[in-house]
Protein backbone atom coordinates (compact mmCIF):
# COMPACT_ATOMS: atom_id res chain seq x y z
CA UNK A 1 0.00 0.00 0.00
CA UNK A 2 0.90 3.40 -0.48
CA UNK A 3 0.10 6.46 1.09
CA UNK A 4 1.34 9.84 0.80
CA UNK A 5 0.26 13.19 2.11
CA UNK A 6 -0.97 15.16 -0.88
CA UNK A 7 -2.13 18.54 1.11
CA UNK A 8 -3.15 19.94 4.29
CA UNK A 9 -5.30 23.02 4.62
CA UNK A 10 -3.52 26.30 6.67
CA UNK A 11 -5.75 28.69 9.01
CA UNK A 12 -4.93 32.22 7.92
CA UNK A 13 -6.62 35.80 8.71
CA UNK A 14 -4.70 36.49 5.41
CA UNK A 15 -4.52 33.76 3.03
CA UNK A 16 -2.60 35.72 0.26
CA UNK A 17 -0.12 37.27 2.94
CA UNK A 18 0.27 34.06 5.22
CA UNK A 19 1.37 32.25 1.90
CA UNK A 20 3.32 34.69 0.77
CA UNK A 21 5.15 34.56 4.13
CA UNK A 22 6.23 31.01 3.54
CA UNK A 23 7.19 30.78 -0.02
CA UNK A 24 9.76 34.04 0.69
CA UNK A 25 10.79 31.83 3.38
CA UNK A 26 11.76 29.08 1.82
CA UNK A 27 12.13 30.06 -1.53
CA UNK A 28 8.79 28.43 -2.95
CA UNK A 29 6.43 29.70 -5.61
CA UNK A 30 2.77 30.93 -4.61
CA UNK A 31 0.27 29.03 -7.02
CA UNK A 32 -2.85 30.21 -8.54
CA UNK A 33 -5.79 30.57 -6.25
CA UNK A 34 -8.07 27.41 -6.27
CA UNK A 35 -11.22 27.71 -4.64
CA UNK A 36 -10.78 29.38 -1.34
CA UNK A 37 -7.11 28.17 -1.42
CA UNK A 38 -4.21 29.65 -2.12
CA UNK A 39 -1.36 27.22 -2.62
CA UNK A 40 2.20 26.69 -1.65
CA UNK A 41 3.22 23.54 -3.02
CA UNK A 42 6.58 22.28 -1.41
CA UNK A 43 9.04 20.15 -3.64
CA UNK A 44 8.07 16.60 -2.16
CA UNK A 45 4.40 17.37 -3.82
CA UNK A 46 2.65 18.20 -0.75
CA UNK A 47 0.97 21.36 -0.90
CA UNK A 48 -0.34 23.55 2.01
CA UNK A 49 -3.45 25.39 0.75
CA UNK A 50 -3.78 28.57 2.89
CA UNK A 51 -7.39 29.57 3.47
CA UNK A 52 -8.95 32.34 5.25
CA UNK A 53 -10.29 32.17 8.54
CA UNK A 54 -12.15 35.16 10.85
CA UNK A 55 -12.13 33.22 13.95
CA UNK A 56 -9.20 32.23 16.29
CA UNK A 57 -6.83 30.36 14.38
CA UNK A 58 -5.12 27.20 16.90
CA UNK A 59 -1.15 27.35 15.96
CA UNK A 60 0.01 24.22 14.48
CA UNK A 61 3.54 23.14 13.71
CA UNK A 62 4.95 22.34 9.91
CA UNK A 63 8.45 21.13 9.94
CA UNK A 64 10.58 21.51 7.11
CA UNK A 65 13.35 19.22 5.54
CA UNK A 66 16.15 20.96 3.93
CA UNK A 67 19.25 20.24 3.04
CA UNK A 68 22.37 22.14 4.85
CA UNK A 69 22.65 24.79 1.59
CA UNK A 70 19.16 25.75 1.87
CA UNK A 71 19.55 25.90 5.49
CA UNK A 72 21.90 28.65 5.22
CA UNK A 73 19.40 30.68 2.76
CA UNK A 74 16.76 29.69 4.72
CA UNK A 75 18.22 30.65 8.14
CA UNK A 76 19.64 33.92 6.37
CA UNK A 77 16.10 35.26 4.74
CA UNK A 78 14.80 34.98 8.84
CA UNK A 79 17.83 36.97 9.80
CA UNK A 80 16.86 39.52 7.56
CA UNK A 81 13.20 39.45 7.61
CA UNK A 82 14.01 40.39 11.90
CA UNK A 83 12.06 36.78 12.73
CA UNK A 84 12.71 35.62 16.25
CA UNK A 85 13.90 32.14 16.27
CA UNK A 86 14.83 29.39 18.90
CA UNK A 87 16.72 26.37 18.97
CA UNK A 88 13.47 24.66 20.48
CA UNK A 89 9.77 23.90 20.19
CA UNK A 90 8.95 25.58 23.23
CA UNK A 91 10.42 28.78 22.70
CA UNK A 92 13.19 29.07 25.12
CA UNK A 93 16.00 29.54 23.77
CA UNK A 94 15.73 32.32 21.53
CA UNK A 95 18.18 33.67 19.01
CA UNK A 96 19.81 29.84 19.04
CA UNK A 97 19.62 27.04 16.45
CA UNK A 98 19.80 23.39 17.43
CA UNK A 99 22.27 20.34 16.68
CA UNK A 100 20.14 17.37 16.87
CA UNK A 101 21.13 14.37 15.41
CA UNK A 102 24.11 16.10 13.52
CA UNK A 103 21.85 18.27 11.68
CA UNK A 104 20.55 22.19 12.26
CA UNK A 105 17.54 22.97 12.83
CA UNK A 106 15.65 26.14 14.18
CA UNK A 107 11.69 27.58 14.95
CA UNK A 108 10.33 30.56 13.74
CA UNK A 109 6.20 32.03 13.61
CA UNK A 110 4.31 33.17 10.84
CA UNK A 111 2.03 36.11 10.84
CA UNK A 112 -0.94 33.80 12.01
CA UNK A 113 1.45 31.94 14.63
CA UNK A 114 1.70 28.84 13.14
CA UNK A 115 5.48 27.21 14.37
CA UNK A 116 7.70 26.50 11.31
CA UNK A 117 10.71 24.70 11.64
CA UNK A 118 13.31 23.84 9.41
CA UNK A 119 15.71 20.84 10.13
CA UNK A 120 18.89 19.52 8.18
CA UNK A 121 18.42 15.68 9.55
CA UNK A 122 15.27 14.00 10.19
CA UNK A 123 14.89 13.51 14.03
CA UNK A 124 16.00 9.95 15.14
CA UNK A 125 18.34 10.15 12.56
CA UNK A 126 21.96 9.97 14.31
CA UNK A 127 21.02 6.81 15.20
Known amino acids: ?12 HDKKASARFLADILGLD ?8 IP ?11 MDTSG ?19 FAR ?3 AGLTHW ?11 NHND ?4 TYFDDPNGHNLEIITRPYGSAG
Not at 30 to 37: L, M, N, T
Not at 102 to 105: A, E, I, K
Open 1 to 12: MTVELNHTIVAA
Open 78 to 80: IQN
Open 87 to 97: ADPHHTRPGEI
Open 102 to 105: GGRG
Open 40 to 50: VEIPNGVTLDY
Open 30 to 37: VGPQYGPF
Open 56 to 74: EITPQHYAFLVSEDDFDTI
